[in-house]
């Protein structure tokens, strides 16, 4: 069993910018493809990032490219979000997830975290 917490969101004014945190315990992170989803009110659950068990690859939904980057310290057993030039729209509930697999299906992560809460002002 994996356990997954996020930290790190919070208000912003939009174009500020926010490094979001998910630290992992009880696995072996090293094992796993991680990812961040968001969920903003009424809306269905989305793919923001993913990143491969070595860092090596990642990908991105479009509507982050270039704007949020994902990164990972295999050391620290920890993924990163660092999300900059923030819009009112990227206003949402963030949680990480971990997966054997490298994908981009929420159905495909047998592990989440709580959720850290993003908001964006306009």
């Known amino acids: 069993q994996v356990q997954l917490a996020e930290s790190g969101g919070g208000l912003v004014q939009a174009g500020g910018s926010l490094r979001l945190s998910c630290g992992a315990s009880?696995?072996?992170?090293?094992?796993?493809?991680m990812a961040w989803f968001r969920q903003a009110p009424g809306k269905e659950r989305e793919f923001v990032g993913a990143?491969?068990?070595?860092?090596?690859?990642?990908n991105y939904a479009d509507f982050v490219k270039g704007r949020f980057t994902i990164s990972r310290d295999n050391a620290k057993n920890t993924v990163y979000l660092q999300m900059n030039s923030l819009k009112p729209e990227d206003t949402a509930i963030y949680c990480c997830?971990?997966?054997?697999?490298?994908?981009?299906?929420?159905?495909?992560?047998?592990?989440w975290g709580q959720g850290t809460q993003v908001t964006v002002s306009s």
């Open positions: 997830a971990a997966s054997a697999f490298y994908t981009t299906a929420p159905r495909d992560y047998d592990y």
């Open positions: 009880g696995g072996t992170f090293s094992r796993y493809a």
């Open positions: 990143i491969t068990w070595s860092g090596d690859t990642r």
